[in-house]
T-cell receptor, first 113, second 111 residues
Framework: KAGVTQTPRYLIKTRGQQVTLSCSPISGHRSVSWYQQTPGQGLQFLFEYFSETQRNKGNFPGRFSGRQFSNSRSEMNVSTLELGDSALYLC????????????FGPGTRLTVL | EDKVVQSPLSLVVHEGDTVTLNCSYEVTNFRSLLWYKQEKKAPTFLFMLTSSGIEKKSGRLSSILDKKELFSILNITATQTGDSAVYLCAVESPGTYKYIFGTGTRLKVLA
């Protein structure tokens, strides 16, 4: 069974631009979570989607948004990029609702110049 | 505020040593705890623990959860250089649909 896939794998943007990242979960998984990973803050929860509904959102500004489609694929968008948004963005999918094992994709490395 | 604390922050051992990594948590109404191994890429799932006192084992790795004392340990026996990585634990409270991660323990195994 194919794992979680994320595109693109690497991205370089400049301040003020916006970016869209994509995540395709493991087949049959309906829950998708997004995390931001930085050296200083570790893994920080961004949001979680299940059946196209956002069930929770982390403490990030409104510039960070996401959505999930009917096929469980998910996108996250960051508008008006700031230097501090440079990070590894990880997506994880789960089959069960709770308790649930989460399986991570390879991540998208975003660099903001 | 819910939090997860891992110790030690880093550890250097020699091949063949046994290591114990700690994860303590303060979360409201604990549901489950996950352990991950992260090398220079995305975290790889190791174990999920939901019940106290039950040991999960996979080869040289094992983990146990103590829900009363609010901690978990990850043991690695007969360490190998390939075990060098950051080990992360994460805890979920029911109904929150999010995992809170600790900052990880960086393990380096010397040949």
């Amino acid at each position: 069974k194919a794992g979680v896939t994320q595109t693109p794998r690497y991205l370089i943007k400049t301040r003020g631009q916006q970016v869209t990242l994509s995540c395709s979960p493991i087949s049959g998984h309906r829950s998708v979570s997004w995390y931001q990973q930085t050296p200083g803050q570790g893994l920080q929860f961004l949001f979680e989607y299940f059946s196209e509904t956002q069930r929770n959102k982390g403490n990030f500004p409104g510039r960070f948004s996401g959505r999930q489609f009917s096929n469980s694929r998910s996108e996250m968008n960051v508008s008006t990029l700031e230097l501090g948004d440079s990070a590894l963005y990880l997506c994880a999918s789960s089959f069960r609702d709770s308790p649930r094992e989460q399986f991570f994709g390879p991540g998208t490395r975003l660099t903001v110049l | 505020e819910d939090k997860v604390v891992q110790s030690p922050l880093s550890l250097v051992v020699h091949e063949g040593d046994t290591v114990t990594l700690n994860c303590s948590y303060e979360v409201t109404n604990f549901r489950s705890l996950l352990w991950y191994k992260q090398e220079k890429k995305a975290p790889t799932f190791l174990f999920m623990l939901t019940s106290s006192g039950i040991e999960k084992k996979s080869g040289r790795l094992s983990s146990i959860l103590d829900k009363k004392e609010l901690f978990s340990i990850l043991n690695i026996t007969a360490t190998q250089t390939g075990d060098s990585a950051v080990y992360l634990c994460a805890v979920e409270s029911p109904g929150t649909y999010k995992y809170i991660f600790g900052t990880g323990t960086r393990l380096k195994v010397l040949a």
